[in-house]
C-alpha cells in the first residue's frame, strides 16, 4: 500500500517534535480510543500540558520516561493516559475462573497523593470500580486485600503497605506492565528506598517504567537509573502562575 512505500515519510512525522507541534498539540491528536479522547474532553482535558505533551506520546509507545517536574505540571495524567489506553486496548475480559493479572502499579509517597490518581482514573474510567485499588497505610487492610480478591488491573500504593502485602504473600506484581514512580524525591526523604528495591525486584524486568521527581540531584540519578531502561528525559521548569 502507499502508507508501506513510504516509511521515511512516516518515520519524520511521528517524531516531529517542535515546540510548536508541542503548543498545538490536543489530546485529540494523541494515538488513543475515540473513546478516552472523548472522555478526557469531557473530563475538561483539552490541551496537555508540557509534561503530558513530552510524556503521552513516547509512553504509549511503551518507551520508559525519566521525568523532572513539580507540584501542579500535571504529573497525573502524564502516566494515567498512557496507562489507560494500555489496559483498554489490551484486556482480556476476567471471568470467575480467571482473574486478570495487577498490570499496571503506581507508587507514591503518600495515601492523599494515592487517593488524589485513583480519583482522576475513576473520573476517567467511571465503570471500573473495582479495576483500580488503593493498597496504602491509615487504611483498612481487610479491606484493601478484599478488592486485591476481585482482580483489578491497577493498584496505586504507597511503599511500605505494598512491601507488607508482598511480604505475606498477600499481593502478586509478577504481571506488572506499567510501573509509574511519582515523587521520587519524597519517597526517598521518607525512607521508602528499601521498600521501593524489594517491590521493584518482584516486578518483570521486561516491563515499562515512568519515573518522575521534582528534583534530579546526582544521588537520585544513580537510584532511578536502575529502575528505567533508555528513558526519554524529560525537563519541565517551575510554572509561573
Ligand atoms: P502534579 O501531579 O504534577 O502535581 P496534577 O496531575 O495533580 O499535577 O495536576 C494539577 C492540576 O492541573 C489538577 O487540578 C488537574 O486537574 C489539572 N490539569 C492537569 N492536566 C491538565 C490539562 N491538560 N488541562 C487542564 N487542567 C489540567
Ligand atoms: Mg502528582
Redesign the pocket.
Given at each position: 500500500t502507499a502508507i508501506l512505500d513510504q516509511p521515511e515519510t512516516i518515520q519524520a512525522a511521528s517524531t516531529t517534535n517542535s515546540t510548536e507541534a508541542r503548543q498545538s498539540m490536543r489530546f485529540n491528536d494523541l494515538n488513543i480510543s475515540d473513546s478516552l479522547k472523548s472522555r478526557l474532553t469531557q473530563a475538561?482535558?483539552?490541551?496537555?500540558?508540557p509534561?503530558?505533551a513530552q510524556a503521552i506520546p513516547p509512553a504509549l509507545e511503551g518507551a520508559d520516561v525519566l521525568a523532572t517536574?513539580?507540584?501542579?505540571?500535571?504529573?497525573?495524567?502524564s502516566f494515567l493516559v498512557p496507562i489507560i489506553e494500555r489496559l483498554e486496548a489490551t484486556s482480556a475480559p476476567s471471568t470467575r475462573a480467571k482473574r486478570n493479572p495487577i498490570r499496571a502499579l503506581i507508587l507514591l509517597p503518600t495515601r492523599e497523593l494515592a487517593m488524589?490518581v485513583l480519583e482522576?482514573y475513576w473520573k476517567l474510567v467511571p465503570h471500573a470500580k473495582h479495576d483500580a485499588v488503593l493498597v496504602c497505610g491509615g487504611l483498612s487492610e481487610n479491606t484493601q486485600l478484599d478488592q486485591l480478591d476481585r482482580g483489578p488491573r491497577l493498584v496505586v500504593a504507597t511503599p511500605g503497605r505494598l512491601e507488607d502485602f508482598l511480604r505475606r504473600r498477600e499481593i502478586s506484581i509478577n504481571a506488572v506492565e506499567m510501573c509509574v514512580l511519582d515523587e521520587v524525591d519524597r519517597m526517598l526523604d521518607m525512607g521508602f528506598l528499601p521498600a521501593i528495591r524489594r517491590i521493584a525486584a518482584a516486578i518483570p524486568r521486561q516491563r515499562q517504567t515512568m519515573c518522575y521527581s521534582a528534583t534530579l540531584d546526582a544521588n537520585i540519578q544513580e537510584i532511578v537509573r536502575d529502575y528505567v531502561r533508555n528513558p526519554v528525559r524529560i525537563e519541565i521548569g517551575q510554572t509561573s502562575k
Open positions: 475538561g482535558f483539552i490541551t496537555p500540558t509534561v503530558q517536574a513539580s507540584t501542579g505540571t500535571g504529573k497525573t495524567l488524589q482522576v
